[in-house]
T-cell receptor, first 115, second 112 residues
Framework: DTEVTQTPKHLVMGMTNKKSLKCEQH?????MYWYKQKAKKPPELMFV???????INESVPSRFSPECPNSSLLNLHLHALQPEDSALYLC??????????????FGQGTRLTVV | KQEVTQIPAALSVPEGENLVLNCSFT??????LQWFRQDPGKGLTSLLL?????REQTSGRLNASLDKSSGRSTLYIAASQPGDSATYLC???????????FGAGTTVTVRA
């Protein structure tokens, strides 16, 4: 099973709303990632969790708050977003760096629209 | 900083023709290189992973080569089909780094 599952698939939220994106994998990967992708652009790294600890924050605004409750789950909490935050949000997982194989597997994404 | 370039940006071929997609990177100190496929509005599907010590990787109609010293990888897709129409992205992982550096992708259209 090489599946990364993201929910919801689509989300429309107002600028004062609070919502969460969820990501789950059961491949035993101990590194999990959030990427943001705008139309016709490559994915941009936002956060990396390694062994459930935040390893990398690519200077992401605090209105995005990641959480890794356990080794299989990754959440992204959203609050007071702006319309320019509308994008496809992708979750990925891999073995941690230094492992023999760090092939990254991505979920199908959450299409977020901020109105 | 690792810069990844994919040429061409778009490609349109008739069904049955072989596809050649190019990826170049500026820093040869890579751990591995991965090719992905992305359909419109969807996530990324991993196609092939090439470790830095490998020269080539094959899966079905797909073949990817890696020349680390010259900073190049090529993805070959044999006997293209309309279902191969998608955007193909290459991504490079530097040694001892979590970050994947992506190219901008090549959008492929296979005409029936």
């Amino acid at each position: 099973d090489t599946e990364v599952t993201q929910t919801p698939k689509h989300l429309v939220m107002g600028m004062t709303n609070k919502k969460s994106l969820k990501c789950e994998q059961h491949m035993g990967h101990r590194a999990m990632y959030w990427y943001k992708q705008k139309a016709k652009k490559p994915p941009e790294l936002m956060f990396v969790y390694s062994y459930e600890k935040l390893s990398i924050n690519e200077s992401v605004p605090s209105r995005f708050s990641p959480e890794c409750p356990n080794s299989s789950l990754l959440n992204l909490h959203l609050h007071a977003l702006q319309p320019e935050d509308s994008a496809l949000y992708l979750c990925a997982s891999s073995h941690p760096k230094g492992g023999w194989d760090t092939e990254a597997f991505f979920g199908q994404g959450t299409r977020l629209t901020v109105v | 900083k690792q810069e990844v370039t994919q040429i061409p940006a778009a490609l349109s071929v008739p069904e049955g023709e072989n596809l050649v997609l190019n990826c170049s990177f500026t820093d040869s100190a890579i751990y591995n290189l991965q090719w992905f496929r992305q359909d419109p509005g969807k996530g990324l599907t991993s196609l092939l992973l090439i470790q830095s010590s490998q020269r080539e990787q094959t899966s079905g109609r797909l073949n990817a080569s890696l020349d680390k010293s010259s900073g190049r990888s090529t993805l070959y897709i044999a006997a293209s089909q309309p279902g191969d129409s998608a955007t193909y992205l290459c991504a490079v992982r530097r040694t001892n780094d979590y970050k994947l550096s992506f190219g901008a992708g090549t959008t492929v259209t296979v005409r029936a």
